[in-house]
């Protein structure tokens, strides 16, 4: 078994394998969910004079959003769009998506002067396709394509709910 950095690094690097570990080690749930408080302190602070919800805000959204996108994932993939030989389960897709946060630990890099807009753009350009290979090695898809639907059409219902629900979270706070 891979430690917790060589499984980040192996998520980052888009490694099969380590996606494959982490899905099916139902101790590894702790560890993705490291990885998305990681992603998410780096966030905010790499965020720092980029404007953004702050850090503690910020973790807490990483973490709710964390949760609502692994189980609409879920629901898609398994229940809208299945292939086959699909099987899954929510905790799958916690796993496997937790760790596809890994280059987001890298956004503390948005803090450098001038260069840290780009660095942001690239690490959510990053964090994309390791969200795409996470969903479809979670959902044992054959094809790339349908992960990418799957994720495209969740980010939507997303947004959406996102678009619902910031109101009232800016008011808890």
């Not at 099916?24 to 790499?46: E, K, P, R, Y």
């Not at 690239?122 to 396709?129: D, G, S, Y």
Request: proline residues 3%; hydrophobic residues 55%; neutral net charge.
């Amino acid at each position: 078994m891979a430690s917790f950095v060589d499984r980040m690094i192996g998520a980052a690097t888009l490694n099969i394998q380590t996606y494959e570990e982490v899905e099916g080690d139902v101790s590894a749930t702790g560890q993705a969910m490291a990885v998305v408080l990681l992603s998410s302190i780096a966030h905010g602070i790499g965020n720092i004079g980029h404007g953004g919800f702050g850090l503690m805000r910020a973790t807490i959204f990483a973490l709710v959003g964390w949760v609502i996108w692994a189980s609409l994932a879920y629901i898609i993939g398994t229940k809208l769009m299945p292939e086959p030989q699909t099987k899954s389960g929510v905790g799958e897709l916690l796993r496997t998506t937790g760790f596809s946060a890994a280059p987001g630990v890298l956004a503390v890099l948005g803090i450098i002067p001038v260069l840290g807009r780009i660095i942001l753009f690239v690490i959510a350009i990053w964090t994309l396709v390791t969200m795409v290979i996470a969903v479809r090695q979670a959902l044992d898809y054959q094809s790339m394509g349908r992960a990418v639907v799957v994720c495209l059409i969740g980010f939507v219902v997303y947004l959406i709910l996102s678009a619902i629900l910031l109101p009232f979270s800016l008011l808890t706070f």
